[in-house]
């Protein structure tokens, strides 16, 4: 659906040259839901606007829906939605007539029954005589998205979807995001500062920095890019809670003491034969290992400690966050950068 390369922006401003975009590839599927993930001024609105062909690429190429974006942008036009970050509505004109205005400009047939489809699908009945400037910001993105859709394009662009909205009307927009790919089969390329948005939301996500792309792939492969998945288990007789790694040394004593050097020998010796197992750290009774696959790993594991007649209290498998690609891939974090 859309298959860019070398994909760059330069800005000549008063004090210099702004690379805002700086050789982007990007190929994304039919129907799949992906997420542009970057910090502010990362260069996500930028490619979002040459992909749309509102902004000339300095270099590079792109065909977006079947159209190549620099010999065909008409083409381009006719088939995508474009829902720019800052909207698009006239605040003292009623939703019914931008949404009218919209699917006539789009030649839409039958765009009244387009409209009250639409407007039912995002919530948006009993709004359209409402000025757009006297909607709720929820309201006014579902609308921005709404007239994004009159036309029924197969490629949907968001700039930023769900900026501003409580976390009430972020889950619901997410949930027409999901409906519209569903029922329609819509692909959508989206842009978020939101980690747990691009998890929630896309089959695969990409993220900028600086104008280039730095990570590629499913939330869960960019995740086990990071370390591999933790799982924590707690041998019978340890105090319940023990934190990994951060014991104080009494309850370590105790913890070592209650469980019994021999049992955390056993469950070492074990384990340490395991394939799975790529680091392990033993903390009191508490062992904290990374795995390539905590799904995978966790009944192996289990059988490798009973057949060596270790006995669990609990067993805990975690996942690094988003925010630790991230932090790993660009070397600072999201919430800093932004
Ligand atoms: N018209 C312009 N003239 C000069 N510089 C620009 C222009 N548009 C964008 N830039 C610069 O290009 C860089 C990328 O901007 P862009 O809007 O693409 O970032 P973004 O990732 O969308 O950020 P945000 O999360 O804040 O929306 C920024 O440094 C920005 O200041
Ligand atoms: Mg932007």
């Not at 004090?15 to 805002?20: C, F, I, K, R, W």
């Not at 769900?162 to 959508?188: C, F, K, Y």
């Not at 730095?214 to 869960?220: K, W, Y």
């Amino acid at each position: 659906m859309i298959e860019a390369s070398g994909l760059a922006r330069t800005f000549t401003t008063k004090h210099g040259t702004v690379e805002a975009v700086r050789g982007v590839d990007l190929s994304v599927a039919p129907g799949e839901i992906v997420g542009f993930l970057g910090p502010n001024g990362a260069g996500k609105s930028t490619t979002l606007r040459m992909l749309t062909t509102l902004l000339a690429p300095t270099a590079g190429a792109a065909v977006v829906a079947g159209h190549d974006l620099r010999a065909d942008p008409a083409g381009v036009r006719r088939r995508i939605g474009y829902v720019a970050q800052g909207g698009g509505t006239d605040p003292a004109v009623p939703a019914a007539e931008e949404l009218d205005l919209q699917a006539r400009l789009y030649g839409v047939d039958d765009p009244a029954g387009r409209i009250a489809g639409l407007c039912a699908r995002l919530d948006l009945e009993g709004l359209a005589d409402r000025p757009c400037g006297a909607l709720s910001g929820g309201q006014r993105r579902r609308l921005d998205i709404a007239l994004g859709l009159v036309h029924g394009p197969p490629l949907v662009f968001l700039d930023e979807p769900t900026t501003g909205l409580d976390p009430q009307s972020r889950g619901n927009l997410w949930d027409h995001i999901r409906r519209m790919r569903a029922e329609d089969g819509t692909t959508v390329f989206l842009t978020t500062h939101y980690l747990d948005e691009a998890d929630a939301l896309c089959d695969r996500i990409l993220i900028i920095d600086h104008g280039r792309i730095v990570a590629e792939g499913t939330p869960a492969e960019l995740k086990r890019r990071v370390s591999g998945d933790v799982v924590t288990l707690t041998l019978a007789g340890a105090p319940l809670g023990l934190p990994a790694g951060a014991a104080d040394m009494a309850a370590e004593a105790e913890a070592a003491g209650a469980v019994g050097g021999d049992a955390v020998a056993r469950a070492r010796a074990a384990l340490s034969r395991h394939p799975a197992v790529r680091e392990a750290t033993v903390t009191g009774g508490t062992l904290r290992l990374t795995v390539d696959d905590g799904d995978q790993a966790l009944m192996g594991l289990v059988r490798a400690l009973d057949a060596a007649g270790v006995e669990l209290e609990s067993l805990h498998l975690a996942r690094p966050s988003l925010d630790d690609v991230f932090l790993t891939v660009t070397g600072r974090s999201l919430r800093d950068a932004a």
